[in-house]
């Protein structure tokens, strides 16, 4: 392939999002590192994001809790002190100076969680009173039992939207260009939003539309507080991580890109549906394109994709962006390897979870400089 390609390659073609000029389409995808020691981000993570800076890149945070009953796992970064607002301004900082585009992960795992992780030793909150089975997690460990969650109460779900609320606020302080809200993968927003875990008769539960009240009443809050412009929201309809699955998936998917035109959100984030169980890509019938015709913004998608994968869907306008977690962990300067055909490193999925500072974090090496552009 000349050298010409990276003019070419349809992942590296520019595209305005919003107030953005982005300068292409390869967008690091939020990813857990739990490098972040006592939740609080910590100046190794300088490194980690700036290495994986463009000028005119995206770049999502891993997720960051909005509370101090949002965590469940080891050494997740939170957002919602003065302390980790100042934590994470050196980091924004950094990647801002390398003029990157920079949106922070707002997370509440919800019933993902164990005593130890909340105030008290209290039980998680969620949707439902229906505890997790114990069951390996994403990051490939075994889980600790869950701890059984308590269903919350109705008068309490607006103090839950609010912590989101203040959480993209202290974003905005921090620095960040926006937030993008978790709303995938069988964390709390999941777990109202899924017919097979969320079980309420409130006004919360039961059809699709009250399902999804929580989910958007959050969005309108942080609209609210931030400005559409500055927000996106991350969805897995199809997918089934843990146990939250819905009997009816593409209905969910639509019914959410819809909803959230309503409030025009600058973008929607999409898990293909492919990947329905973490790392195991299988066969479907079922793709993306019902919500990507639905949503108005800027549309990405993720869920295992290749080079290959990434220019076909840019090219056939299936999606705007394409987000790549595993191999920009693994390859910090991926769009430039993309533009020039290069060979991938390999990731080191033993060190995707580990606390070490370097070894699978910030070592992973770069093309040589002398390799022609």
Same mark, same amino acid.
């Given at each position: 392939?000349?050298?010409?390609d990276?003019?070419?390659?349809?992942?590296?073609?520019?595209?305005?999002?919003?107030?953005?000029?982005?300068?292409?389409?390869?967008?690091?995808?939020?990813?857990?590192?739990?490098?972040?020691?006592?939740?609080?981000p910590?100046?190794?993570?300088?490194?980690?994001?700036?290495?994986?800076?463009?000028?005119?890149?995206?770049?999502?945070?891993?997720?960051s809790?909005?509370?101090?009953?949002?965590?469940?796992?080891?050494?997740?970064?939170?957002?919602?002190?003065?302390?980790?607002?100042?934590?994470?301004?050196?980091?924004?900082?950094?990647?801002? &100076?390398?003029?990157?585009?920079?949106?922070?992960?707002?997370?509440?795992?919800?019933?993902?969680?164990?005593?130890?992780?909340?105030?008290?030793?209290?039980?998680?909150?969620?949707?439902?009173?229906?505890?997790?089975?114990?069951?390996?997690?994403?990051?490939?460990?075994? +889980?600790?039992?869950?701890?059984?969650?308590?269903?919350?109460?109705?008068?309490?779900?607006?103090?839950?939207?609010?912590d989101?609320?203040?959480?993209?606020?202290?974003?905005?302080?921090?620095?960040?260009?926006?937030?993008?809200?978790?709303?995938?993968?069988?964390?709390?927003?999941?777990?109202f939003?899924?017919?097979?875990?969320?079980?309420?008769? #409130?006004?919360?539960?039961?059809?699709?539309?009250?399902?999804?009240r929580?989910?958007?009443?959050?969005?309108?809050?942080?609209?609210?507080?931030?400005?559409? #412009?500055?927000?996106?929201?991350?969805? *897995?309809p199809?997918?089934?991580?843990?146990?939250?699955?819905?009997?009816?998936?593409?209905?969910?998917?639509?019914?959410?890109?819809?909803?959230?035109?309503?409030?025009?959100?600058?973008?929607?984030?999409?898990?293909?549906?492919?990947?329905?169980?973490?790392?195991?890509?299988?066969?479907?019938?079922? *793709?993306?394109?019902p919500?990507?015709?639905?949503?108005?913004?800027?549309?990405? +998608?993720?869920?295992?994709?290749?080079?290959?994968?990434?220019?076909? &869907?840019?090219?056939?306008?299936? &999606?705007?962006?394409?987000?790549?977690?595993?191999?920009?962990?693994?390859?910090?300067?991926?769009?430039?390897?993309?533009?020039?055909?290069?060979?991938?490193?390999?990731?080191?999925?033993? &060190?995707?979870?580990?606390?070490?500072?370097?070894?699978?974090?910030? #070592?992973?090496?770069?093309?040589?400089?002398?390799?022609?552009?």
């Amino acid at each position: 392939m000349g050298s010409n390609d990276e003019n070419v390659i349809p992942l590296l073609t520019p595209y305005k999002m919003g107030n953005f000029h982005l300068s292409h389409r390869v967008v690091l995808a939020p990813m857990a590192r739990q490098r972040s020691y006592g939740h609080v981000p910590q100046p190794h993570a300088i490194l980690y994001y700036s290495q994986r800076t463009t000028k005119g890149g995206l770049l999502i945070t891993e997720a960051s809790g909005v509370s101090d009953t949002s965590q469940g796992y080891t050494d997740t970064p939170g957002i919602w002190t003065k302390e980790h607002v100042e934590a994470w301004k050196p980091i924004v900082d950094a990647v801002h &100076a390398k003029g990157g585009i920079f949106f922070c992960q707002i997370i509440h795992c919800g019933r993902v969680s164990s005593y130890g992780f909340q105030p008290n030793g209290q039980a998680p909150i969620s949707s439902t009173d229906k505890g997790l089975t114990p069951q390996i997690q994403s990051n490939g460990m075994v +889980a600790e039992d869950f701890s059984p969650p308590r269903r919350l109460k109705t008068e309490e779900i607006p103090d839950v939207v609010n912590d989101f609320r203040i959480a993209s606020r202290n974003a905005i302080e921090a620095g960040f260009d926006g937030v993008e809200i978790h709303g995938a993968h069988g964390y709390l927003i999941d777990q109202f939003m899924k017919d097979h875990v969320n079980d309420r008769t #409130d006004r919360y539960g039961g059809t699709l539309e009250n399902r999804c009240r929580f989910p958007l009443e959050i969005v309108e809050a942080v609209v609210n507080e931030i400005g559409a #412009d500055r927000v996106g929201m991350r969805l *897995s309809p199809f997918a089934a991580y843990m146990e939250s699955g819905d009997s009816n998936p593409e209905a969910l998917g639509v019914y959410m890109a819809e909803s959230l035109n309503k409030y025009g959100i600058l973008y929607c984030h999409m898990i293909e549906p492919r990947m329905k169980l973490v790392g195991e890509k299988f066969e479907t019938p079922h *793709s993306l394109l019902p919500m990507r015709k639905a949503f108005k913004g800027t549309f990405i +998608a993720a869920g295992g994709y290749t080079r290959e994968d990434g220019n076909k &869907a840019i090219a056939e306008n299936y &999606a705007d962006l394409v987000a790549y977690g595993r191999w920009f962990l693994a390859n910090p300067d991926l769009p430039r390897r993309f533009g020039l055909n290069a060979p991938l490193n390999k990731y080191d999925r033993e &060190a995707f979870y580990t606390s070490d500072p370097v070894h699978g974090y910030v #070592d992973y090496p770069f093309l040589e400089s002398s390799t022609s552009v």
